[in-house]
């Protein structure tokens, strides 16, 4: 079990300052000798100039040189040698993208009940948007958990789980009213499907080839905005993030505009290949263009898992703990380890023997001084597979030998 953490998101608008500058009015003076000077020459070169330009762009040739070297160009200076690259093929790149992406992409709306306790138990309809994938042509769409599973309650209100989701597809000719297949909250995604046929897949592409400074461009629904795409760039790879819920990810990090309701879209490189799911951002004063996207690689075997079990099927040891630092080592006479606070009836841990006050402090022979460690080696594993903890138990080191169960 993960330590919690809250992850803030606060939204806060600001509207740009605009400044508006009058413009000097010119002195009507007039000045004979500047007249014949200065302003005669000017005005016969001026028009020397036009016949000259209007010769060439007469010509179709000098016409197409022309116009191709006033092209837009940005000057990059890298190891002594000056590039020029034209911001052409950024705009080429990124209308290819659009067009390509935009029809495997679809709006989601959420309808939920929602219960007020403040006034005698009223019931109200409230709703949601997000964005969500095609991941086949016969329906099945991709999108987060948090788009379709936002149930809650509190000592106001209670929020029921989702009454009715609609699909828009990206045409907008039609919507189509969808199930939820599978939900898996630790990972923030889902699986919903339509009754539909012939849709266009998005393409996947290799999340663990993705480089720092490339292209990267946005696509969803955010604030029911319709097929939105915004550009940027890949700020940051494998980026350790944690939402308001504590579940950690290792996200990309774009300063593409991601924004309420793109949740559940694509991240897609300058191939028009989805590397990540929008899922986080960071809002507030101070802060612009940080999110953050599942790495899609990451998800390949959570959705498959989703369709065929409509559940992700997890390895499970049945115990919660607590990190004992160093600090905590010295303190309480301890070894760097995991302590055990409780242990499950009937878990993996209790079948092994654990017991509440054991330091688990290696597994497999890899030391372990977290119970994010503890995690990470445990889900690398399969229900059924055994692992090895090493444990101190009243300041002596054994071995248990543990048959992970799976996670309820």
Not at 136 to 159: A, P, R
Not at 361 to 388: A, C, P, Q, Y
């Amino acid at each position: 079990m993960e330590d919690e953490n809250n992850f803030e998101n606060i939204i806060e608008d600001k509207q740009p300052e605009v400044k508006v500058y009058s413009t000097p009015k010119k002195n009507k003076k007039s000045n004979s000798s500047f007249s014949r000077n200065i302003f005669v020459p000017f005005l016969s070169g001026v028009v020397g100039a036009s016949v000259v330009l209007g010769t060439c762009f007469g010509v179709p040739s000098i016409k197409k040189s022309l116009l191709n070297n006033s092209s837009t160009t940005l000057n990059i200076t890298s190891g002594g040698t000056n590039t020029a690259i034209s911001l052409a093929d950024y705009s080429g790149t990124a209308i290819e993208v659009a067009e390509k992406v935009k029809p495997s992409i679809v709006g989601i709306r959420i309808e939920y009940s929602v219960t007020s306790f403040m006034f005698g138990g009223l019931s109200s309809t409230a709703t949601a948007s997000g964005s969500g994938i095609i991941i086949s042509e016969d329906g099945y769409i991709l999108t987060n958990n948090h788009v379709v599973s936002s149930s809650s309650s509190s000592s106001y209100y209670q929020m029921s789980e989702a009454q009715k989701i609609t699909v828009s597809l990206y045409d907008g000719d039609k919507t189509y009213e969808a199930k939820i297949v599978g939900t898996d909250s630790q990972t923030d995604l889902a699986i919903i499907k339509i009754d539909a046929t012939g849709l266009k897949a998005a393409e996947l592409g290799d999340s663990d080839s993705v480089k720092v400074g490339e292209f990267a461009m946005a696509i969803g629904n955010p604030l029911g905005l319709d097929s939105s795409v915004t550009c940027g760039i890949v700020s940051a790879v494998n980026r350790e993030v944690t939402d308001e819920d504590g579940n950690k990810y290792i996200a990309i990090q774009t300063d593409a505009a991601i924004n309420s309701g793109n949740s559940g879209g694509a991240l897609v490189n300058s191939e028009g290949k989805v590397i990540g799911i929008n899922t986080l951002k960071l809002s507030g004063t101070g802060i612009e263009g940080i999110g953050f996207a599942i790495p899609i690689n990451s998800t390949l075997d959570v959705t498959d898992q989703l369709i065929q079990y409509n559940k992700v099927i997890r390895p499970y040891i049945g115990i919660s703990g607590r990190d004992i630092t160093e600090d905590l080592s010295k303190k309480y006479n301890l070894p760097i380890g995991v302590y055990i606070s409780s242990v499950e009836n009937f878990s993996a841990a209790e079948i092994a023997g654990l017991k509440v006050g054991d330091v688990i402090v290696s597994v497999d022979g890899t030391s372990v001084s977290t119970m994010d460690k503890l995690n990470e080696i445990k889900n690398s594993h399969n229900v059924g597979d055994e692992i090895v903890l090493t444990v101190c138990r009243d300041g002596e080191n054994f071995d248990v030998t543990l048959k992970l169960k799976e996670a309820n």
